[in-house]
């Protein structure tokens, strides 16, 4: 699906913006998909900005950034069609469950690696 756009939450006291999960996911995306149907962010009328910044290679993939109280961590992919959507969501509780799952494969994979690895998804099944 070539329109595609990212949205990432967090919390306003989260410092980047976009996080590091949003802006790997956006780079991963422009990376296979083709040319954007829509019309060129360089074309939309209005104030500048408010369209995201485009991530990633060619014309990039839109992200838009929002940090709000209430928000812990959030990312959402957008892909859209003539008359239909697809959202693929993430949501990050409070506690650090997500993060220990993650570190624990790590851990349980290092030895059958070689130099840097970057990304869970390289040591997925």
Known sequence: VPD???IDYASARKPDAPSGTARELAEALADVRKASTVR???E???VPGTRGAAVGTG???QV???RLPS???SCEALFGLPDERLTIRHDAGSSAAPYVAGTLLAIRRVQEVTG???GLD???D
């Open 116 to 118: 840097l690895v970057r």
């Open 71 to 73: 928000y812990i961590l």
């Open 122 to 124: 390289a040591l997925m």
């Open 4 to 6: 595609v756009e990212v």
């Open 59 to 61: 014309e990039g993939v």
């Open 44 to 46: 939309v009328s209005g």
């Open 64 to 66: 838009h950034a929002l």
């Open 40 to 42: 060129p962010v360089s």
